[in-house]
């Protein structure tokens, strides 16, 4: 998700990062790769002409240079602790000059905050990244490779890598929920808008499975009513506002269901 709607999920990224280690070590990813939004950007919407921007404090206080570094975080976000699970170093974001040569080989990060499963998802900030952009990004990425180590070396690589994708936050408080009346809220009832968000999810999985990925680590959303912003526009007594909260708990078991079909 992208500022102001940032939530921390701390219990969550436990989670990830102890599935990724306890997963991966017999036999680390030789590259990394990261898409979605906010929650994992480490950077890319510095190059953008876009008010989605993590270039400022308090972001990166924690960060070992204690200066923003376009993560929308105070340190490390979800890439970096998965990179350091791995034993492996974080990877740049695609948009970064710093990424060509051998630094290609350990992956690239071509996420971007604000954008959605949905591509009218995050329309406020204009210039982003979006999912589709993303994945282009990414077929792009193997032409650079295969010109450094060859097409077969390129796809091996590819296959053996281990990919993340963090989506779906903010096409509910950026989109479904950003004005009271919107195109989608007229379209879908939540439960209905919850399907059509699952359906074109599974669009993009099969897609990045065509561009070469075989070890896809899916994320859910946190729990949307309980990020600060949500909590101060939508809640009457400070707590967690329902509707994102319901929106998460319909949302979350359907991307499961989505997900058993495809591993099947």
């Given amino acids: 998700m992208s500022s102001p709607c940032i939530a921390m999920f701390t219990i969550f990224l ?35 002409a ?5 270039d400022s404090p308090p972001y990166g206080i924690d960060y070992p240079t204690h ?3 376009g993560r929308f975080s105070n340190g490390y976000n979800i890439p970096d602790l998965i990179s350091q699970a ?11 000059p710093e990424l060509r040569g051998q630094k290609l080989l350990v992956g690239a990060n071509f996420a971007s905050a604000g954008i959605g499963i949905l591509n009218d998802t995050g329309i406020q900030f204009v210039n982003i990244i979006r999912i589709n952009q993303q994945l282009e990004l990414f077929r792009q990425y193997q032409g650079r490779v295969s010109a450094l180590i060859g097409q077969a070396e390129t796809q091996r690589l590819v ?24 195109i989608r809220r007229l379209q879908y009832d939540l439960e209905g808008f919850s399907r059509f968000l ?25 729990p949307l009513g309980c990020v600060p912003a949500e909590r101060a526009t939508r809640s009457t007594n400070g707590e967690c506002a329902p509707e994102p909260q319901r929106a998460a708990a319909i949302f979350n078991p359907l991307l499961i269901q989505m997900l058993t079909g495809l591993n099947r």
């Fill in 67 to 69: 200066r923003p570094t």
């Fill in 14 to 48: 436990v989670a990830v990062v102890a599935m990724v280690s306890m997963a991966l070590t017999t036999e680390a990813a030789r590259a990394f790769f990261v898409f979605g939004d906010s929650l994992v950007d480490n950077g890319n919407n510095n190059y953008l």
């Fill in 50 to 54: 876009t008010s989605a921007r993590a």
């Fill in 198 to 222: 699952i359906s074109e999810y599974q669009k993009i999985l099969l897609r990045l499975y065509d561009l070469g990925a075989r070890r896809v680590l899916v994320t859910g959303t946190g």
């Fill in 86 to 96: 791995l034993g492996a170093e974080a990877t740049l974001p695609y948009l970064s």
């Fill in 159 to 182: 296959n053996g890598a281990l990919v993340l994708i963090t989506l779906g936050g903010n096409d509910f408080v950026n989109n479904y929920f950003f004005t009271p009346v919107n």
